[in-house]
Each structure stands twice: as structure tokens, then as C-alpha cells.
């Protein structure tokens, strides 16, 4: 059957799958050069051609790490500066909307009373959170880690709600009738179950939490992406923004996949 | 008194009626099923005795107390077995078993885990997830989480209904065998004493109530079902099948039921 099935329809040259999908892809960022190619020669004269920003891209990239004083500092450096603080904020989120998510999912008025609070602060700008922050911890550091926190954990809390919520009630009629202790429902039930929905809020999270870094940096200033990209505007240096917005979108896509995995992981599992 | 009382018992949902005024009394030790047409209540009345559910009307007793909720001294096997899809089999029953004998130590909860996967069969199968097996073997993991938390009733909801033929009557054996307390285990029959367990099935298959009970209670067509007549089995045991078909206190009994589900209690013409 098999022989009969796929091969006789590619009969002459048979081309392996990551190849084309690698082919694509390359076609797919052509395209993106090229519009950006002929726009930046249009309409937006300003902005840096493709040309131009992957020459500092490739320059940034063969030395990240360079250390030269609090305003000159490698890619790679204040990326990592960033990722540290999206990790540090998105896993204080994390820590908070794990426990309460399971809390809320598990009761239903608790949900009605908490829904609305939850649908009002969601959409609330990393921008305006941002002084929110400052007031309370008076330190622009502690404000860009609350920011990222308070924006990234909407989405964990929401589906680890949604995931406790629907735990099918075979699963807690057993529980009940085998007497579980409060423990055991919540390790051998509730998690399991649960799991492939919080790690599909952490990868929404996450998404989200990298996206405010930058804007939380551009306002806390000091070091981090985000600051790098303002402070090149600021000298004038559009080529080195450009050449930022290509590895915050590399590193983020790197992320998403990171987290993309786990999420497939549990739900084969 | 009789050890599982239910008197007149009422369920309603909104405005509908399921059951009215449902009375039987079960006696220590029975097999007895519940037999009816699909839809006529009796899972509802087995989910009423499992406590998963209350009666609108009405008190089920358990040696003379009423229920309070769910508890293991009624094992369950849920119609669709109801196992942990993330636990492998063995997992499945230990932790139905170290919930249920809190006061036992480790090493007497793994024995426990372990000659009950035996009697079912399953010791070798022990590290699958219930997604790698067959429906037989579920119904037999499901069988053998309900049998070692040593309840009181077992209850036990179509339990072989999605099973294939064979498989099905391998697995009545086992029940009786294990119903039968045909233990040689000194250390299980310590646990679970030597009276035998009552069972309690929900079923529509005639030759399957049979086969296992000692009763047989036909309730009649919903809305507002009820428990019609509850038919006598006295065929001795322990029961041989082929024996048993060509007997005819079986075929007296097969047309007696028969008769109550197709014309006392037919179903109403829709």
C-alpha cells in the first residue's frame, strides 16, 4: 500500500521535506526584503534599506558580547540583559497566575466574581502600567520587571482557569468516590489535566512578556534591548534600530519555538 | 433491615420526572441487577447509590444509615471506565488504593495494587496508560481499582457493555470468581473478611443478569420509571454458561423478563 500510496506521485526527483520547507522560507523572507527594499526607497526615505541594516546586523552579530561602559554595549549582551528580566517578570507572573488560575478554574463563583476584573486589566497598556510600577517600587528596574509580569501573567491565569475548569467529571467522580485527599486530586488530576493548558498560557505569556520588554526598557532606561534601540535613535542610528528589530524578532521567534515544544511534549503525553 | 435499603425514591430534573417512588431492598452478599430499556433511569438510581447524586425525594440506606455522598465502601465501575489517562494501569489502581487504606503501610498497598492487577490479569500489563490498551483490559483495570479499595457494594454501571462477546463472558467469570471470595490469599481474605461482596449492576443485556445475580429488579419505561417486578434467579451455583442456556429454569426466566421488558413496560410508542 505504501509503495502504491505516496512515491507513485512523485515518481522523478524526490525532494526531502526540511529542504523545501528551508526553500520557503528563504522565498517567504525574500519578499520581505524586497518590500522593505522598495518602500525604504519610496515613500519612507528615512528608514535604512535592506542593504544597510544587514551590514550592522552581520557587524552586531560577529561581536555580541563586547563590554565598552554603560552605553556601548554588544547585541548579545543586552539581549541577554533583556531575557534575564523577562524571565525574572514572567516568572513572577507565572507564580501568580498558576495558583490562582487553579483557584479560580476550580470555582465557579469565584470565576463570575473574578472574570470581569480579569477581562478589565487585560487589555491595560505595559505603558500605563509602567508608572503604576515606578510609584510603587520606586526603581525603574523593579517597575520594568513588575510590568512585564502584570501583562504577561493574563494569559496563564486564563487558560490554567480554563484547564482546571474542565476537568470531565468522570475524572472527579473518581476522585470522590476513592476518597482522594485534597493532594492527591490536585497532583493526580488537576495537574495532569491542566498541564497542556498552562503551558499554552506560558507560551502566550511569554509571547507577550517579550514584546513589553522593549517598551518597558525604552521608559527604564539603562540597559536591555529596548534601551538599545531607543538610545540609537536617539544618535541617529536607524540602521542599528532596524538591525535590532531583526534579533528581537529572531530571539522571540526562538522562544515561542522553545516553548512550542513543551506544549507539544504534553499533549502527546 | 435489610443492608441496602431504597425507599421511595424520587428524582427530578426541572420539571421532568425520571423516577418515582423507586423501593428495593438489596441483602448482604446479592448479586442483583437493574434491568430496563436504555433511558429509563438506571444509571440515575446507580449514581443516586454511589452518592454522586442525591434523590429529590426519599433516603437510600446503607446498614441502616443514609448516604452522605460518595465514599469507597461503594466501588465503582463507571460505564466508561473512568480511568486516568496520564497514569499507567498499575498507577490507576495503587492510587485509588493508597487514598481508600489511608492506615496501611507502603508495602502492604503495593501488595494490595498488585494481587488484585493479578486477578484480573494485568500484572504484565502494568506500565501501559489506559491509551495503550484494549476496552477489556480497561473495564479489568477499572474492576480492579473498584475491587481492591474493598467496598462494601460494588456497583457497577453497564460494566461489560462495550466489550466484544468473548471478552465479555471472560470477564463475568472473573467477577464471580472474585465475587465467589475464592481467595486463597490469607492476606487479602484478612482485609477483606470472608463475607462475599454485594454487587449491584446496571445492564439491559437478560442473559448477562442471569448468568450473574441471584435477582433481577425490571424497571419499567421512563418518564417517572420505577422498579417493576424483581424476578427470582435460583439457578445454583457455581453456574456453568453453556449448562445454564440449555436449562430451563433459564429459558422460564429469560421469557418472564422478556415479557416485563416488551410488553408489561414496553416503551411507549414515540
Known amino acids: ?51 544597510k541594516t544587514l551590514g550592522i546586523f552581520w557587524q552586531l552579530l560577529i561581536d555580541p558580547f563586547y563590554d565598552n561602559g554603560p552605553n556601548d554595549k554588544g547585541i548579545g549582551l543586552q539581549l541577554w540583559l533583556s531575557l534575564e528580566r523577562v524571565f525574572v517578570g514572567f516568572g513572577l507572573g507565572a507564580l501568580i ?117 522593549v517598551a518597558a526598557e525604552m521608559l527604564a532606561g539603562g540597559t536591555g534591548v529596548g534601551f538599545f534601540v531607543w538610545d540609537s535613535y536617539n544618535s541617529g542610528q536607524l540602521e542599528y534600530v532596524m538591525a535590532s528589530i531583526l534579533f528581537i524578532g529572531l530571539v522571540g521567534w526562538a522562544l515561542d519555538a522553545l516553548l512550542g515544544q513543551l506544549v507539544r511534549r504534553f499533549s502527546h503525553g | ?47 443516586m447509590i454511589a452518592g454522586l447524586s442525591q434523590p429529590t425525594q426519599g433516603e437510600i440506606l446503607l446498614e441502616g444509615r443514609p448516604l452522605k455522598g460518595p465514599g469507597p465502601e461503594r466501588g ?103 465475587w465467589d471470595s475464592t481467595l486463597e490469599d490469607g492476606f487479602l481474605r484478612a482485609i477483606w473478611g470472608s463475607e462475599r461482596k454485594t454487587i449491584l449492576l446496571v445492564t439491559h443485556d437478560i442473559e448477562e443478569a442471569i448468568y450473574l445475580c441471584d435477582r433481577i429488579a425490571v424497571m419499567s419505561n421512563g418518564p417517572a420509571a420505577t422498579i417493576g417486578k424483581v424476578v427470582e434467579v435460583p439457578l445454583p451455583r457455581p453456574r456453568d454458561r453453556r449448562e445454564m442456556l440449555e436449562s430451563r429454569a433459564y429459558v422460564e426466566i429469560k421469557e418472564e423478563l422478556l415479557h416485563l421488558l416488551t410488553v408489561v413496560y414496553a416503551r411507549k410508542a414515540a
Open chain 1, 97 to 213: 497566575a498558576v495558583p490562582l488560575g487553579i483557584v479560580i478554574g476550580a470555582s465557579e463563583g469565584l470565576r463570575a466574581m473574578l472574570n470581569p476584573v480579569i477581562q478589565m486589566l487585560r487589555p491595560v497598556s505595559p505603558l500605563a502600567w509602567f508608572p503604576v510600577g515606578l510609584a510603587a517600587f520606586q526603581a525603574s528596574e523593579q517597575a520594568a520587571i513588575f510590568v512585564i509580569a502584570i501583562c504577561s501573567l493574563w494569559p496563564t491565569l486564563i487558560n490554567t482557569a480554563l484547564g482546571v475548569g474542565s476537568i470531565p467529571q468522570d475524572y472527579r467522580n473518581v476522585a470522590r468516590v476513592y476518597a482522594f485527599s485534597p493532594w492527591t486530586y490536585l497532583t493526580r488530576v488537576v495537574l495532569p489535566h491542566s498541564l497542556l493548558y498552562v503551558f499554552t498560557g506560558f507560551r502566550l505569556g511569554m509571547g507577550i512578556a517579550w514584546m513589553v520588554i
Open chain 2, 76 to 178: 465503582v465501575v463507571f460505564q466508561n471506565y473512568s480511568l486516568l489517562p496520564w497514569l499507567s494501569v498499575y498507577q490507576n489502581v495503587k492510587v485509588a488504593v493508597a487514598s481508600v487504606h489511608r492506615e496501611r503501610t507502603d508495602g502492604e498497598k503495593a501488595r494490595i495494587t498488585e494481587k488484585f492487577l493479578q486477578i484480573v490479569g494485568l500484572w504484565e500489563h502494568r506500565h501501559k496508560k489506559p491509551g495503550e490498551i484494549s476496552g477489556g483490559m480497561k473495564q479489568r483495570t477499572a474492576l480492579a481499582r473498584a475491587l481492591a479499595t474493598n467496598p462494601k457494594v460494588l456497583l457497577l454501571d453497564e460494566p461489560f457493555g462495550a466489550l466484544d462477546a468473548l471478552t465479555r463472558a471472560t470477564l463475568q467469570d472473573e467477577l464471580l470468581k472474585v
Open chain 1, 1 to 51: 500500500m505504501e509503495r502504491l500510496g505516496r512515491k507513485s506521485f512523485s515518481r522523478g526527483l524526490v525532494v526531502p521535506k526540511p529542504l523545501l520547507a528551508g526553500f520557503n522560507a528563504l522565498i517567504g523572507f525574500f519578499i520581505l526584503l524586497l518590500v522593505w527594499y522598495v518602500l525604504s526607497h519610496t515613500i519612507a526615505p528615512k528608514v535604512p534599506d535592506p542593504a
Open chain 2, 1 to 47: 433491615m435489610a443492608f441496602l435499603n431504597i425507599s421511595s425514591v424520587y428524582k427530578r430534573f426541572g420539571g421532568y420526572t425520571a423516577l418515582e417512588n423507586v423501593n428495593l431492598n438489596v441483602r448482604q452478599g446479592e448479586v442483583i441487577a437493574l434491568i430496563g430499556h436504555s433511558g429509563c433511569g438506571k444509571s440515575t438510581l446507580l449514581s
